[in-house]
């Protein structure tokens, strides 16, 4: 089955700093990825999207880099602010056709003011 | 902004008993989704609901689970006879019409569900 994991649990960063956060999937044949921010209690909100065929996308302050050689998915969030603390998790759609997501266990990033 | 929304916020129940969960998607979407989230742990796929019926599921969503669209706006989720082990995070989400391979899914805020 697809398997979505994440190279860190938790990440630190001062305000102002730029976080990366890292996926690592298994799935070669995932066609659709999106970055989701998880803030406690809440559920996850739709930050940003990368089709299989896109290496980069730019959002407001964040960037999705793929590279479907290694399967890695990356979020870059630039000068992060103290609002940007959360879970983040990526998730991946298969590709055969089902539209459900597969979900990696999260990066907890902390913003240091 | 049209968000998705779901109720109760926090259900308490007896191992055992009915409960049903309720969701609003967005207005205009298609397709809805449930998802759970077990303390600490990631979100999982329950199952996905497209005209009116159901396009994939999980293997957690057995047959103790249905879901159900009675109305033009809510989508339910029914869960039997509970579990100690259903307590979770239970999360709506809803995308629409599926243009250019976006496949976009927004999330409600959650039902947390207690089984005692």
């Known amino acids: 089955g697809e398997s979505v994991g994440l190279h860190l649990p938790t990440l630190s960063v001062q305000e102002g700093d730029n976080s990366i956060i890292n996926c690592a999937y298994s799935?070669?044949?995932?066609?659709?990825f999106i970055w989701y921010k998880q803030e406690s209690g809440k559920g996850p909100q739709f930050i940003i999207d990368i089709r299989s065929n896109m290496d980069k996308r730019q959002g407001q302050r964040v960037t999705v880099l793929l590279n479907k050689t290694v399967k890695h998915l990356s979020l870059q969030i630039a000068a992060t602010q103290p609002g940007d603390s959360a879970v983040y998790f990526c998730a991946e759609r298969s590709g055969t056709g089902a539209n459900n997501l597969f979900f990696g266990t999260g990066t907890r990033l902390t913003v240091i003011p | 902004e049209p968000e998705v929304t779901q109720t109760p916020s926090h259900q308490v129940t007896q191992m055992g008993q009915e409960v049903i969960l309720r969701c609003v998607p967005i207005s205009n979407h298609l397709y809805f989704y449930w998802y759970r989230q077990i303390l600490g742990q990631k979100v999982e796929f329950l199952v996905s609901?497209?005209?009116?019926?159901?396009?994939?599921k999980s293997e957690i969503f057995d047959d103790q689970f249905s879901v159900e669209r009675p109305d033009g706006s809510n989508f339910t989720l029914k869960i039997r006879s509970t579990k100690l082990e259903d307590s979770a995070m239970y999360f709506c989400?809803?995308?629409?019409?599926?243009?250019?391979?976006?496949?976009?899914?927004?999330f409600g805020p959650g039902t947390r569900l207690t089984v005692t």
């Open positions: 989400a809803s995308g629409g019409e599926q243009r250019l391979s976006s496949y976009e899914q927004y």
């Open positions: 609901f497209y005209n009116n019926e159901i396009s994939e």
């Open positions: 799935n070669s044949a995932s066609d659709y």
